[in-house]
């Protein structure tokens, strides 16, 4: 079974400093990890996701995030926050292989940024 | 291209009130799935579907039933609406392979009083 914890469920930061938001996943299969972003009254969008190619992702808006196996994490990095990055974020796993694409959310995590 | 499609954006219901939420996407994805979205929860899956003519039950199906007569709908209903059932509901499609990304809709605010 698959399930994502996201540490923290609320981080701040100021403006221009680094943003980090934690999430560890646990599976019985290699997965597939994603970070999805949810600004206010709007659906999610992806950021990024890891698919067994390249263990450093990069995504949209300057975040990327890293899959290490022997910590099964898959934590969200961007060096410089901006104010446009407040958002809610959350992590998923899907099996890698599986046919039915289904996601597993971790809880989230409100990112503020203050000026 | 409008991509996933909800309707309505929101609802106000009372107890025991019956409905049903649309969800249309214009991707001709095959895969359909129904969240819904609770503070400090995450998304939870409720319902989804592999393909026109058949659903399948996810995490939280208790309450609701679905249909997938075309393959670019889902339709999510509420038979007996519950003050439990007061969420954020998100109807997402992905093609079939599980590393392709969800696309999701903007959502249905359902209050329940």
């Known amino acids: 079974a698959q399930s994502v914890t996201q540490l923290g469920s609320h981080v701040s930061v100021s403006e221009g400093a680094l943003v980090l938001l934690r999430c560890n996943y646990s599976s019985s299969v290699p997965p597939y990890l994603f970070w999805y972003v949810q600004y206010p009254n709007q659906g999610l969008q992806l950021l990024l996701k890891?698919?067994?190619?390249?263990?450093l992702v990069k995504g949209i808006n300057g975040f990327e995030a890293e899959f290490k196996k022997s910590e099964t994490s898959f934590h969200l990095t961007k060096p410089s926050a901006h104010m446009s990055d407040a958002a809610e974020y959350f992590c998923?796993?899907?099996?890698?292989?599986?046919?039915?694409?289904?996601?597993?959310f971790g809880r989230g995590t409100q990112l503020t940024v203050w000026p | 291209n409008a991509g996933v499609t909800q309707t309505p954006k929101f609802r106000v219901l009372k107890t025991g009130q019956s409905m049903t939420l649309l969800c249309a996407q214009d991707?001709?994805?095959?895969?359909m799935y129904w969240y819904r979205q609770d503070p400090g929860m995450g998304l939870r899956l409720i319902h989804y579907s592999v393909g026109e003519g058949t659903t399948a039950k996810g995490e939280v199906p208790d309450g609701y039933n679905v249909s997938r007569l075309k393959k670019q709908n889902f339709l999510l209903g509420l038979e007996s609406a519950a003050p439990s059932q007061t969420s954020v509901y998100f109807c997402?499609?992905?093609?079939?392979?599980?590393?392709?990304?969800?696309?999701f809709g903007q959502g249905t605010r359902l209050t329940v009083v």
């Open positions: 890891y698919t067994s190619a390249a263990t």
């Open positions: 991707m001709n994805h095959e895969y």
């Open positions: 997402a499609s992905s093609h079939s392979r599980s590393n392709t990304e969800a696309f």
């Open positions: 998923a796993v899907t099996e890698s292989g599986s046919t039915l694409g289904r996601l597993y």
